[in-house]
């Protein structure tokens, strides 16, 4: 392993020795939440990227994850991630009853 290689790997190491679970769990809410937005489509720059199935997963995932994070972070943020589940949930329900019909075969 190069000079290089062993500095990049001692500073890997020392960053996931101050990482917390908590940490990673907040920032994958935040990415998740982000993504599940952009998934409905709504605007002119992500309507190409719409697709309900990613945002209903987004919703569950949160909805997964948001009580474990109620005993180690602030109720301030909980509350924050469950009125952006609710808001998600909302935008989802609005987007879905404007899809079109699945023509029957």
């Given at each position: 392993?190069?000079e290089?290689?062993?500095?990049?790997?001692?500073?890997?190491?020392?960053?996931?020795?101050?990482?917390?679970?908590?940490?990673?769990?907040?920032?994958?809410?935040?990415?998740v939440?982000?993504?599940?937005?952009?998934r409905?489509g709504?605007?002119?720059?992500?309507?190409?990227?719409?697709?309900?199935?990613?945002?209903?997963?987004?919703?569950?995932?949160?909805?997964?994850?948001?009580?474990v994070?109620?005993?180690?972070?602030?109720?301030?943020?909980v509350?924050?991630f469950?009125?952006?589940?609710?808001?998600?949930?909302l935008?989802?329900?609005?987007?879905?009853?404007?899809?079109?019909?699945?023509?029957?075969?």
């Amino acid at each position: 392993m190069s000079e290089e290689q062993e500095r990049l790997a001692a500073e890997l190491a020392e960053e996931l020795r101050k990482l917390r679970v908590e940490d990673v769990l907040v920032n994958t809410l935040l990415t998740v939440s982000s993504v599940g937005y952009r998934r409905l489509g709504l605007t002119e720059d992500t309507r190409e990227d719409r697709d309900l199935e990613q945002t209903r997963l987004a919703i569950e995932t949160m909805q997964a994850l948001t009580p474990v994070l109620e005993r180690v972070v602030p109720p301030e943020l909980v509350a924050d991630f469950t009125s952006s589940v609710a808001n998600l949930q909302l935008a989802y329900a609005k987007a879905a009853s404007e899809e079109p019909a699945e023509p029957d075969d």
